[in-house]
T-cell receptor
Framework: DAGITQSPRYKITETGRQVTLMCHQTWSHSYMFWYRQDLGHGLRLIYYSAAADITDKGEVPDGYVVSRSKTENFPLTLESATRSQTSVYFCASSGRTENTEAFFGQGTRLTVV | DAKTTQPPSMDCAEGRAANLPCNHS???????VYWYRQIHSQGPQYIIH???NNETNEMASLIITEDRKSSTLILPHATLRDTAVYYCIVRVIQGAQKLVFGQGTRLTINP
């Protein structure tokens, strides 16, 4: 199916565990983004990627790792999950120019216990 | 990065036009203004964007002032389904094109 999909939709993990959130897009968009949204707050940019093998930090990168070996995938890894990383995570993708819209996934609700 | 300022909340009666303001006084000449909205806990949805001319699509109209320091999103006939958080964003193009959200405006459409 065309679009942008995130998996899993819901995840409960324990403190200290490593967890990876997946994001896949079918448009061959150059840009991909990861955001977190805490309850009652706006979206904060964690990491973004301009192309395969090119990633950069956003506003709140600490505790997260990303990779982009293929254009269509942009996984987000929490190396050692903490309770403060309990949040809803959104992935997005967009074309190369500033004149293109971004498309968002449906989100992954992560709970760290 | 150019920053945006929006009122935290607004109310509008159903059927009336909803006018959402945004201040972006530090915008650069070749940066676009984007509007997104987020309904409940869904992923943000694109509404409209513009550079310096006014824009209109099936969802909304975007009015950008001549000096480009502010803009207004207009929902011409608001419905209850337009209740959402609306984000005004300036798409940065210096270096990598980050897409940074502010706090947005929580718009409530009242019956």
């Amino acid at each position: 199916d065309a679009g942008i999909t995130q998996s899993p939709r819901y995840k409960i993990t324990e403190t200290g565990r490593q967890v990876t959130l997946m994001c896949h897009q079918t448009w061959s968009h150059s840009y991909m983004f990861w955001y977190r949204q805490d309850l009652g707050h706006g979206l904060r940019l964690i990491y973004y990627s301009a192309a395969a093998d090119i990633t950069d930090k956003g506003e709140v990168p600490d505790g997260y790792v990303v990779s982009r070996s293929k254009t269509e995938n942009f996984p987000l890894t929490l190396e050692s999950a903490t309770r403060s990383q309990t949040s809803v995570y959104f992935c997005a993708s967009s074309g190369r120019t500033e004149n293109t819209e971004a498309f968002f996934g449906q989100g992954t609700r992560l709970t760290v216990v | 990065d150019a920053k945006t300022t929006q009122p935290p909340s607004m109310d509008c009666a159903e059927g009336r036009a909803a006018n959402l303001p945004c201040n972006h006084s530090t915008i650069s000449g070749n940066e676009y203004v984007y509007w997104y909205r987020q309904i409940h806990s869904q992923g943000p949805q694109y509404i409209i964007h513009g550079l310096k001319n006014n824009e209109t699509n099936e969802m909304a109209s975007l009015i950008i002032t001549e000096d480009r320091k502010s803009s207004t999103l207009i929902l011409p006939h608001a419905t209850l389904r337009d209740t959402a958080v609306y984000y005004c964003i300036v798409r940065v193009i210096q270096g990598a094109q980050k897409l940074v959200f502010g706090q947005g405006t929580r718009l409530t459409i009242n019956p």
